[in-house]
């Protein structure tokens, strides 16, 4: 008995891994008259990853994407696929699946039209278009709305459809811009799910941008960086949250507190430094300046540790006075006004040891290894 097209692109999609296909773009550089959008620019994306372009407005990170997908022709630079130079070549010709931020449906198609589409134009037999759009609705779990308009759905059903088409003729990779910013929050968040979800059953190389840190944090294996057409630092999510190399990375990607020191002492496992007559450790593989010049620290909220009644016991503490304070539910955030400046702190709501009130007393602390040294590019 032959195997349905729905089957096959079932077994295909446990086998994508292998067929997944790297990308690799090598001093990239855009210009439009004097205005350099995208600054020499350098990456390389590995098979079946998931990558992000995050980055504020105007930091290059569409224009990268764009040159990707072959629709920005790039003043200079050279794109590759695997090992197969794609940089002029026309987007019909890349063989790259596309999910835009606005969905661009054909408003008088149905849904199962607008994912068949893309085969209809790659003049594919009628029998597998409707089988392979049957099988690419059912990956999004649209199939029984496919008599449907697109004014008929939800934002998330039509950027559901946009991802069917975007798959439905076996693209190389995907290319997503900012899919997901015309959604709501709670929508938001389970698109993302859905999508990581998607990405790791097809095993296929995505390559998405935003600049929602928080979803790029949730979804990507890799996340660059970008601004002013540069890409700052690319490292995985962690890596990034926990390790940023410069005050914009820090500063961009999360919160965080900034406490510009001079260096004193410093051995092998670190060195001291003074704020405002404040002495503190910092933990460092070597030291961040020769002895007396300054440095620039990096504290998340999160780990500083907020006592009311008693000094925390930790090996960095000050006294504070609460400033103002936050209830998120889950969290609360404090901003003390400290000897060493303003700090901020987030605490776990239920555990908290303070009851804050704008004015009162507070302890904060933090150990040499919560803090990080950073790179001023301010």
Known sequence: MQVSLACETERNIREMPAAAHGLSIESLTKRYGNLVVVDNVSLS?????????????????TTILMSVAGFVEPTSGVIRIDDRVITHLPPEKRNFGMVFQGYALFPHMTVGENVAFPLKVRGRPSG?????????LDLVQLAPLRDRLPSQLSGGQQQRVALARALVFDPDMLLLDEPL?????????????????LHQRLGKTFIYVTHD??????????????????????????ALYERPLTHFVADFLGKSNFLVGRVGQHDGSGFSYVVNDRRFLQAAAAPAAADGGTVL????????EV???ARPDTANHLEGTIA?????GANLTIVADTPAGELSATV??????????????????????????????R
Do not use: C, N
Not at 45 to 61: A, H, I, M, N
Not at 128 to 136: G, M, S, T
């Open 181 to 197: 910013s015309a959604l709501d929050k709670k929508l938001r968040a389970e698109l993302q799910t859905e999508l990581k979800d």
């Open 297 to 304: 620290i990096g504290l998340r909220p999160e780990k500083v």
């Open 307 to 309: 006592r009311g009644d």
């Open 348 to 377: 776990p709501s239920w555990r908290s040891r303070v009851t804050p009130t704008v004015g009162g007393e507070i302890w904060l602390g933090w150990e040499p290894d919560a803090s990080v040294v950073l790179v001023d590019d």
């Open 45 to 61: 994306v590995e098979r079946g990853e998931f990558l992000t372009l995050l980055g504020p407005s105007g930091s290059g990170k």
């Open 324 to 328: 103002k304070w936050s209830y998120l």
């Open 128 to 136: 597998e278009i409707a089988e392979r759009a049957k099988a690419a």
């Open 213 to 238: 840190q928080d979803e790029a944090l949730s979804m990507s294996d890799e996340i660059a960086i970008l601004s002013q057409g540069r890409i700052i630092q690319k490292d995985s999510p962690a």
